[in-house]
């Protein structure tokens, strides 16, 4: 069946820095990947459509210099968090689905913790 | 290997009937389950469960876990064409990960 890889699982940094986080489709092609945020016992917010080839669509409120979303190929799409702050601190995660199939399959989230 | 195995696939019922989605897990570390309704790219949260044995419920919905079993079940009653959706079970273990199941698909006939 279909997975998601997601990378890293778990990352500290201290704030200024930049953190990249990966999401690949391991066995389809994914022309379209979701980033989510999720605080605890809530929602997963949708952030960003990834779009492979084309830019990204950001949802209302998401800055998207903040944000950058790249989908170089049909299997990884990045999410790079530009000079972290405290308040970017969050589980992170994405999603993919195969085209045909609105079924969505998730990573396994990245917790991002900035000092 | 973690792992989260939802069942069925898939089920269509009628309005009025009740359904029962299965959801069991193989997680070291185990911190608590979650159900979740998708519906669209976001999926909305439903229930996190963390101990045993106690229902959680909200309106038509209900959940409960069995940590000795490691399962857990979620029930709607009285369904509606509203309630057609993949329902998505994700268990998350202490080292800050989550895994989720491939979802039930459910169709509710008018």
């Known amino acids: 069946g279909a997975v998601v890889s997601q990378h890293p699982s778990r990352v500290i940094c201290k704030s200024g820095t930049s953190v990249k986080i990966e999401c690949r489709s391991l066995d389809f092609q994914a022309t379209t990947m979701f980033w989510y945020r999720q605080f605890p016992k809530q929602s997963l917010m949708l952030m960003a459509t990834?779009?492979?080839?084309?830019?990204?669509?950001?949802e209302q409120g998401v800055e998207k210099d903040k944000f950058l979303i790249n989908h170089a190929s049909l299997t990884l799409s990045t999410l790079t968090v530009t000079s972290a702050h405290p308040e970017d601190s969050s589980f992170y995660i994405c999603?993919?689905?195969?085209?045909?199939?609105?079924?969505?399959?998730f990573g396994s989230g990245t917790q991002l913790s900035v000092l | 290997e973690d792992k989260v195995v939802q069942s069925p696939l898939s089920l269509v019922v009628h309005e009025g009937d009740t359904v029962t989605l299965n959801c069991s897990y193989e997680v070291t570390n185990f911190r608590s389950l979650l159900w979740y309704k998708q519906e669209k790219k976001a999926p909305t949260f439903l229930f996190m469960l963390t101990s045993s044995g106690i229902e959680k419920k909200s309106g038509r919905l209900s959940s409960i876990l069995d940590k000795k079993e490691l399962f857990s079940i979620l029930n709607i009653t009285a369904t509606q064409t509203g309630d057609s959706a993949v329902y998505l079970c994700a268990v998350e273990n202490r080292d800050d990960k989550i895994i989720f199941g491939k979802g039930t698909r459910l169709h509710i006939l008018p």
């Open positions: 990834s779009n492979e080839g084309s830019k990204a669509t950001y």
């Open positions: 999603s993919a689905h195969q085209g045909w199939d609105e079924k969505l399959f």
